[in-house]
């Protein structure tokens, strides 16, 4: 038997730690890489990826959990589920369009979410982790919030539990008045679907348990700028200057 | 829950500053374990926190928001979180969560003790 020394590309993978295949990698800004029938790339190419300290509003970790109980699953089926079904759990009026490759480490997916007024609110998110028992997605800018959201199951008391956590700060002013004014419940409601959605799938009744923390009630005024990127503001100035877009396509044949 | 992998030992090393030694694994079940950490850490009006992440050997994005958490309490108490050890691999993580932008990344434990008694 004789020993080999091993070649540098392989010694650096030997060093490199067991979680550097579970994270993005880093790029200064979003990229797209194929745009889905019916999807809107007007609030993601190009933008930057935002955590909660890049954000105005008040800081909130909102935790969102549903026991899988008498469920044969283990964590690491759950989140396999969870990846690949991502978006059958949403409720009606938002969708997501998955990336060609799945929930990957730094894929980006676009969103269509739905705004008072009938107005489509086109966004998206990139997979900033994703492990065999959790995944975790981050914003852009001009998202109406500016956090990460972790999807993860474990086991407690003899049964799986599945769990979706969200550390953010509303994106910018407009946000944060969106938010206290009826978005906050918006969005718990839309967790609490997905996880009950989840659980229904698997056979799990179980009700879905909410805990809200305001992990800092100050706002960060020297981020009131962000609304310039503001997705909401943009999308809906897209559809009114549809028919313009039209006008000049039609021009140009 | 699995028991957390990770030990955080307290050293003070002024009447101002504190380093904490992390080993071991950052994860979720690491909050109690960084949160007494903290607590030792501060005590005695301590105003400049350190942690050496020259032993980190795992960390998830669930370990990522326990340090945005710590960051809010540590600024809460008008501290300063300073942090020094980070591999290449631990600094891209910290530039893509942009953590970078609130945590003050230093390359040695003299430079970050340095900076966290002025």
Redesign the interface.
């Given at each position: 038997m004789t020993e080999q020394t091993p070649q540098p590309e392989e010694r650096k993978e030997t060093t490199e730690p067991r979680d550097a295949v579970y994270w993005a990698r880093y790029a200064e800004t979003l990229k797209v890489s194929g745009v889905a029938e019916g999807a809107t790339n007007i609030n993601v190419e190009g933008r930057r990826a935002v955590g909660p300290l890049q954000g105005f509003g008040k800081m909130w970790q909102k935790t969102y959990r549903v026991r899988l109980g008498g469920v044969d699953a283990s964590p690491a089926e759950v989140i396999q589920t969870w990846k690949e079904n991502y978006k059958d759990f949403w409720p009606e009026g938002n969708v997501f369009y998955a990336p060609l490759a799945g929930i990957t480490p730094g894929e980006v997916a676009l969103i269509s979410g739905s705004l008072p007024g009938g107005v489509k609110l086109s966004t998206g998110v990139m997979v900033l982790y994703a492990d065999d028992e959790s995944f975790t997605l981050m914003t852009p800018q001009g998202h109406p919030f500016s956090g990460w959201i972790t999807f993860s199951s474990f086991e407690e008391d003899g049964a799986t539990i599945a769990q979706a956590q969200v550390l953010m700060r509303a994106n910018d002013p407009l946000y944060e008045v969106g938010l206290r004014m009826g978005g906050h419940k918006m969005e718990d409601e839309m967790w609490q679907k997905t996880l009950a959605n989840l659980a229904v799938h698997f056979g799990a009744r179980d009700p879905v348990e909410t805990n809200l923390v305001c992990v800092d009630p100050k706002l960060q005024w020297r981020h009131y700028r962000n609304v310039w990127h503001n997705a909401g503001i943009r999308s809906a100035l897209h559809m009114v200057t549809a028919p313009l877009r039209w006008r000049r396509d039609r021009a140009a044949r | 829950?699995?028991q957390a992998q990770i030990t955080m030992d307290v050293r003070r090393v002024s009447d101002k500053v504190s380093v904490v030694d992390v080993k071991g694994e950052l994860t979720?079940f690491a909050e109690g374990v960084l949160m007494d950490a903290y607590g030792q850490a501060s005590e005695g009006g301590v105003r400049g926190i350190v942690m050496n992440f020259e032993g980190l050997?795992?960390?998830?994005?669930?370990g990522?928001?326990l340090l945005?958490?710590l960051?809010?309490r540590v600024n809460?108490e008008k501290q300063r979180l300073l942090i020094f050890g980070l591999?290449d691999?631990?600094q891209?993580?910290f530039?893509?969560?942009?953590?970078d932008?609130?945590i003050a990344i230093h390359d040695s434990e003299e430079e970050a003790v340095k900076a966290a008694s002025t």
């Open positions: - | 829950m699995p979720a050997e795992y960390m998830n994005s669930s990522i928001g945005v958490t960051l809010i809460r591999s691999h631990y891209s993580i530039q893509i969560t942009r953590l932008d609130a």
